[in-house]
């Protein structure tokens, strides 16, 4: 069955950097986009990045910017997130997903 298996989140100091990995399994990877969402407790999740099937094309939502950059790995199955210049109101838990598949996330948390 799909799995999409998170990780790579953790705690870090506002202005530093994370990169979230996302293992993808039981479908072909390569034929599909994917996305990141990200949810913040109480609240809607919110679309942050995708990225294309080959990989070549990404689109970001406007408040990361310049700071995420998103990639795949279609050898190895795996969906990329680097984030840059975190701040403490980017919001928690991390998803990658797609179409209706989404997995269990990975928390992100910035504080000094």
């Known amino acids: 069955q799909v799995q999409l298996v998170e990780s790579g989140g953790g705690l870090v100091q506002p202005g530093g950097s994370l990169r979230l990995s996302c293992a993808a399994s039981?479908?072909?990877?390569?034929?599909?986009?994917m996305k990141w969402v990200r949810q913040a407790p109480g609240k809607e999740g919110e679309w942050v990045t995708d990225?294309?099937?080959?990989?070549?094309?990404?689109s970001y939502t406007d408040s990361v910017k310049g700071r995420f950059t998103m990639s795949r790995d279609n050898t190895k199955n795996t969906l990329y997130l680097q984030m840059n210049s975190l701040k403490p109101d980017d919001p928690t838990v991390y998803f990658c997903?797609?179409?209706?598949?989404r997995g269990q996330g990975t928390q992100v948390t910035v504080s000094s």
């Open positions: 039981g479908f072909r990877f390569s034929d599909y986009g």
């Open positions: 997903a797609f179409g209706h598949f």
């Open positions: 990225i294309n099937r080959g990989g070549s094309t990404t």
